[in-house]
């Protein structure tokens, strides 16, 4: 190939990833929005009577529904369909602990444990996908540790036991998962089937787990609650989830960690403004220093990478 030629390949190719990695900076934005309503609209539903298994079964069964045209990926692609699957089911099990957390714990305190999933992200994305770790991953990793350590305080104050505590951080090291495969998945699928068998997931375990409960509110009693059932299943999740899944794939597990960190900020908003949620001065500090977290991570230089031995680079 003529030099220019190659030159000219080059500069298209850098051209046209750095347009795909603002159209994926772009998606995840818009998808940190809707993922931040999700616990205010949460909060509206249990304080509504609804269970924990319902809401989640609404947030998830919905998109389920614009998506099953592509079902026929379990039979084209039935490996990678069947490793989405799995990664949905413990999406799910994340998600019901996130819920239930509401029960326990102040509507803040668990708002803000979920968003230490940066701090997983980086730990699962090195340990299982051969992630390198730079100066500033660390910085980050050790300002979100220093967030739980704060958030502790009040927590031990209520005398709560091990177990509530330790549930509070499956949802963010769930969803900590689904984004480092997401952003390095062993095969491509489209956006609409990646969608369809992370779904699927998520209502193999909360299909069974609704009818097991057998709780007394199921179907929506009033148009209020109608519109919340609309609102959690198309705003804070089947666009949110569209918009991440194809953001993640153009931006990369870097910047998609770090754009989704700023949902904490929607997410604390909406619960204090709207839900007039107290929020603490340590609480402030804790989301404070997560939100920096996600702001400093991006260090493009190679010869800072700290990486895992055991494992390649190119991934899974």
Same mark, same amino acid.
């Given at each position: 190939m003529h030099p220019k030629s190659k030159q000219h390949l080059t500069v298209w190719h850098t051209s046209r990833q750095g347009t795909d990695i603002v159209k994926g900076t772009m998606m995840l934005t818009g998808a940190a929005m809707g993922f931040g309503l999700s616990p205010m609209l949460a909060q509206m539903l249990l304080q509504q009577g609804m269970s924990p298994e319902v809401v989640a079964l609404y947030r998830f069964a919905i998109p389920a529904l614009l998506v099953l045209p592509c079902v026929r990926v379990f039979k084209d692609q039935s490996a990678e369909a069947m490793r989405t699957v799995?990664?949905?089911?413990?999406?799910? $099990?994340?998600? *019901?602990?996130? *819920?239930y957390s509401f029960t326990w714990l102040p509507a803040t305190t668990v708002i803000l444990t979920y968003y230490t999933y940066p701090l997983f992200a980086l730990a699962i994305g090195w340990a299982l996908f051969g992630h390198g770790l730079t100066r500033n991953w660390l910085i980050s990793a050790a300002l979100i540790l220093l967030a739980v350590l704060i958030l502790q305080g009040p927590l031990s104050q209520q005398e709560l036991p091990i177990e509530v505590l330790c549930l509070g951080f499956v949802a963010p090291a769930s969803y900590a998962l689904l984004i480092n495969y997401l952003s390095s998945p062993v &095969?491509? *699928?489209?956006?609409?089937? &990646?969608?369809?068998?992370?779904?699927?997931?998520?209502?193999? #375990? $909360? #299909? %069974?787990?609704?009818?097991?409960?057998? %709780?007394?509110? #199921?179907? %929506?009693?009033?148009?209020?609650? $109608?519109w919340l059932l609309l609102s959690i299943g198309l705003l804070a999740s089947a666009l949110p989830q569209y918009l991440f899944a194809r953001g993640a794939v153009l931006a990369g597990m870097e910047r998609t960690t770090m754009i989704s960190t700023s949902e904490i900020v929607f997410a604390l908003l909406f619960s204090v403004l709207l839900l007039n949620s107290e929020i603490s001065r340590l609480e402030i500090i804790a989301s404070t220093l997560i939100l920096i977290s996600g702001l400093i991570r991006l260090e493009p230089r190679d010869d800072e990478l700290f990486s895992n031995p055991r494992i390649s680079h190119s991934g899974v």
């Open positions: 799995a990664l949905g089911a413990f999406a799910a $099990l994340g998600m *019901l602990a996130f *819920l &095969r491509h *699928l489209k956006t609409g089937e &990646r969608m369809s068998t992370c779904l699927a997931g998520h209502l193999a #375990v $909360l #299909v %069974p787990l609704t009818f097991w409960q057998a %709780p007394e509110i #199921v179907l %929506p009693q009033s148009e209020a609650q $109608l």
